[in-house]
Structures are given as C-alpha cells and as structure tokens.
C-alpha cells in the first residue's frame, strides 16, 4: 500500500499541486491544471469500490478546483513579496490568493490594484 501510495504521489501528481491563474477586464479565475484535474475520476472510482474506507475516502478527498472572483468584490490588495504572492480580500476575508513567478509578481499587483481601484471608486 505504502508503495502504491508513493509511486502515485510522487510518479504521477510530481509531489505538487499545478494551478492557473488568468486575470481579465472583469475577474480573476483560478483552475487546477495538470494530473490533479482528474481527481474527480479517482475518487468516482474509490466511491464506487464498494468497500466503506475507500468510499469515505473518496467522498472526502478534494477534487478539483475552478473560481472565479469579478474585481466589484475585491476591496484590498495585499502583496507579499517573499513569497511572491498577491492576496485578494474582501474586508478580512481572503478571496483568493495569487501564486506569482519572480519575473510576473510586479505585473500582476500593479494589474489588481487598477482593476480594484476603478471598480470601487
């Protein structure tokens, strides 16, 4: 179990979790990209093996993940330069959270804070 375990968190999901991010005039929208957007199959699969752990698991498993947050309901950019992360909030509220590269960090929050700033004008 332990090596099945192994070779499907290291050979096949790499040991990480691959998102994108897309900004446009209206919104930010988050998707899972790469093998963890088949999720949805695995755990089909586990509900479906008839066996009460396997079922459990698969119900609790997170599968996924698609959002999309339009600019009106941003109030507040908050960057943060050592981890190259923008976080998007609405009064104490993370809306969502921006994972940038070092050579996109500074477009994206200059990006976020004109859309924020003319939407809430």
């Known amino acids: 179990m332990l ?3 192994l070779l499907v968190i290291f050979g096949i ?20 990209v790469g093998p963890l957007r088949y999720m949805n199959i695995v755990k089909l699969l586990l509900v479906l093996s008839g066996k009460t752990t396997y079922t459990s698991i698969g119900l609790m498993a997170q599968g996924p993940k698609s959002e999309r947050i339009t600019w009106k309901r941003v109030e507040t950019v908050i960057p943060s330069p050592d981890t190259k992360t923008v976080t998007l909030r609405k009064g104490r509220t993370d ?7 070092e050579e996109n960090s500074e477009q994206v929050l200059e990006w976020a804070r004109a859309k924020v700033d003319r939407g809430n004008v």
């Open 3 to 5: 090596t099945l375990y």
């Open 95 to 101: 809306l969502m959270v921006l994972h940038c590269t």
């Open 13 to 32: 999901l790499r040991g990480r979790q691959e998102i994108r991010f897309t900004l446009d005039e209206k919104s930010a929208h988050e998707e899972t």
